[in-house]
């Protein structure tokens, strides 16, 4: 991004445009920004060796823990009823500000809107909340894809020469 060129301008003009570079050059240094912190999110999150299960979900590794340890799966939470408004709405928004966004487009919308949405997501809630308890409930899934699913998130095969990792330290403490 070049600075805009004041030769010839008037005081005012000359102004603007330099105000104007400097809210473009602000918003990319935070849109940098905003993009730094993301990837480092994802690569912080993808590098941890540990498989996480999604107790939330239906996923039938989290269903059948939660049977034999005898711990409940964690009830979803119910969306805000501008987060359930919002992505239907999405091409009023920039997605990189999305929440604060949505938050004041939704409050500008007439009350009776407003309560509609608010209903749609505590409707959401309550499918979800079904969905949960019924996996709970149910038998275990013969479904080929919910039968792969927890071979596919195991982590693969650390070879025949060296350990899991998560077995090492037992392993250095038998052989002392």
């Known amino acids: 991004m070049t600075?805009?060129?004041v030769d010839g301008l008037s005081p005012e003009a000359t102004a603007?445009?330099?105000h104007v570079y400097?809210?473009?050059?602000?918003?990319l240094k935070m849109r940098k920004?905003?993009?730094?912190?993301?990837?480092?999110?994802?690569?912080?999150?993808?590098?941890s060796p540990k498989v996480k299960v999604n107790f939330g979900?239906?996923?039938?590794?989290?269903?059948?823990?939660?049977?034999i340890s005898g711990n409940s799966i964690q009830k979803p939470r119910q969306k805000t009823a501008y987060n359930v408004w919002g992505p239907h709405n999405h091409c009023f928004v920039d997605p990189v500000f999305n929440d604060a966004i949505y938050k004041e487009l939704f409050e500008e919308l007439p009350k009776d809107?407003?309560?509609?949405?608010?209903?749609?997501?505590?409707?959401?809630?309550?499918?979800?909340?079904?969905?949960?308890?019924t996996a709970l409930k149910s038998e275990p899934s013969t479904a080929p894809e919910d039968c792969q699913r927890p071979i596919s998130i195991r982590p693969a095969h650390p070879g025949p020469n060296?350990?899991?990792?998560?077995?090492?330290?037992?392993?250095?403490?038998w052989r002392a």
């Open 162 to 173: 060296r350990l899991p990792h998560w077995l090492e330290g037992f392993a250095n403490r």
């Open 22 to 27: 400097e809210m473009q050059k602000a918003e």
């Open 3 to 5: 600075p805009p060129q």
């Open 33 to 47: 920004d905003i993009f730094k912190r993301r990837l480092a999110y994802q690569y912080n999150k993808t590098k």
């Open 57 to 67: 979900s239906s996923d039938p590794l989290a269903v059948l823990s939660a049977k």
């Open 16 to 18: 603007r445009a330099v």
């Open 113 to 133: 809107e407003q309560q509609e949405w608010i209903e749609c997501a505590a409707q959401e809630h309550r499918e979800a909340l079904k969905k949960a308890s």
